[in-house]
Every structure is written in structure tokens, then in C-alpha cells.
């Protein structure tokens, strides 16, 4: 019998080829509710940037074991993203390998940005998992909407909770909003009031930073209820 790792616990992972790069567990908070987030990265980021570290203590506190991992880029100390099948690659390499360390009953795919996108390309490939949790999904490149990132989505059958800013310079609402009337009823949207790409807020908005971040842990949290183990 397996023993669940521990707080803190460093791994170092074969993502695919000659790459190789770092993964950290964090057990939940509270209670765990048998939920375990492999969390990717943005372009920009790396697994212990504040917004990241920043989401998973949110979400630990309701009860998500969470992992954290470099892409091979960033490992390196470059900050020119991996192409797109090493990302994919390398998201896999390491739900595999979290899988056979940590005892939870569903696997969460997803991440930041990017690293949602490269999460959410994996699962159109049918790679196993549970769900996908999205948070800032780049529906098209800034200044650029009539370049969607949308033609994979509709491939994806697990459920899907993605949560964007309504300022998002990545998202804009109407076009996403339309992609999503054409996908399947295991697709959840949730508009963040106010937050932009990095789930920031304007002091003139009445809400804070920490009141987007507990709004994004409280619907993750009832969101994974209804997530069942895949058979």
C-alpha cells in the first residue's frame, strides 16, 4: 500500500525526451474532498510565481490537493514557452507520476493561462483525467479576437470549469460566450466581476484581489462536487 506524500514533497519528473523538471505536492488544507489539481503555469510564470502560489493556497483551503510544476523552458531559466506537445507532454508526465504518489479519488487537469490551454489541448486528446479546471483561459492572443483557440474545445469530455476576468484582454466575454453555446452542457463558465488576466481588480471596482481568488476557490469548490471518477 502506497503512503500519501507528504506537505512540501519535491519530485523530479521526465517530461518527454532529454527534458526533465521540477514538481512540488501540496496536501490540502482542510478536509481534502479526493480532489487533486495538476496545475500548470502561465507563459510568463513558473510554478512558485505569486499568482500561483496565491491560487493553490486558496484552493487547498477548500480542500484540493494541488501540484505545481515547471515547464521544461522555465526549468531552464528561459522565457520562451516549450513548443505545444512538449507542454502537453510534460502536463502528463507529471499527472503520471503525481497519480502514482498521491491517493485521491479524481484528477483534476488544468492551470493558468497557457498552462490551461496546453491542459486543455491533453484533454481533447482523451489523455485520463477527471476535469479540467481553466483559470484565465487565452481564448486569442491580445488585440488579435479573430484568432480563437477554440477548435479543440469541443473534443474535450470531461467537465470543464473555466474562469476568466471580465476585463480579460485574452477572453473578451461575447466571443467566449458564443463558444460555449456550442459546446456540451459539461462546459461551466464563470465571469470573474471586475479581474483582469492575472485576476488583478481596480481599487474603483469595490472588490479586491483576495475577494476574486476567494470567489475562484468557492466555485471550484462546489464545482468539483459533481465531478465523478472516470471508470
Given amino acids: 500500500m ?35 489539481f495538476v496545475c500548470a503555469h502561465g507563459a510568463g510564470g513558473h510554478m512558485a510565481d505569486r499568482g500561483m502560489l496565491a491560487v ?14 515547471n515547464f521544461p523552458y522555465r526549468e ?3 522565457s520562451r514557452p516549450d513548443p505545444m506537445p512538449l507542454l502537453k507532454e510534460t502536463i502528463a508526465a507529471v499527472a503520471r507520476y503525481a497519480r502514482g504518489q ?19 489541448m491533453l484533454a481533447a486528446d482523451q489523455f485520463p483525467c477527471d476535469g479540467l479546471l481553466l483559470l484565465a483561459y487565452p481564448l486569442h492572443p491580445a488585440g488579435q ?14 467537465p470543464v470549469l473555466c474562469l476568466n476576468g471580465t476585463r480579460d484582454a ?6 467566449m460566450e458564443r463558444v460555449v ?16 488576466h492575472s485576476f488583478h481588480v481596480l ?22 462536487t459533481g465531478v465523478r471518477p472516470r471508470r
Avoid at 493553490?56 to 510544476?69: D, K, N, T, Y
Avoid at 498521491?102 to 497557457?114: P, T
Avoid at 479576437?145 to 470531461?158: G, N, Q
Fill in 2 to 36: 502506497r503512503r500519501p506524500a507528504e506537505a512540501g514533497t519535491r519530485w523530479r519528473v521526465e517530461a518527454g525526451g532529454s527534458a526533465e523538471t521540477s514538481a512540488v505536492f501540496e496536501p490540502a488544507l482542510t478536509s481534502p474532498t479526493g480532489a487533486l
Fill in 56 to 69: 493553490a493556497e486558496h484552493l487547498r483551503r477548500r480542500g484540493f490537493h494541488v501540484v505545481r510544476f
Fill in 76 to 78: 531552464k531559466g528561459s
Fill in 102 to 120: 498521491v491517493a485521491a479519488d479524481r484528477l483534476i487537469l488544468g492551470g493558468r493561462s497557457m498552462g490551461g490551454r496546453a491542459a486543455s
Fill in 145 to 158: 479576437p479573430e484568432k480563437l483557440r477554440d477548435a479543440h474545445l469541443a473534443k474535450i469530455k470531461v
Fill in 170 to 175: 485574452l477572453c473578451r466575454r461575447d466571443l
Fill in 181 to 196: 453555446d456550442r459546446l456540451t452542457g459539461q462546459w461551466t463558465m464563470q465571469w470573474l466581476e471586475g479581474a483582469d
Fill in 203 to 224: 481599487k474603483s471596482s469595490g472588490r479586491t484581489d483576495s475577494d476574486v481568488l476567494n470567489e475562484i476557490a468557492e466555485v471550484s469548490s462546489v464545482w468539483q
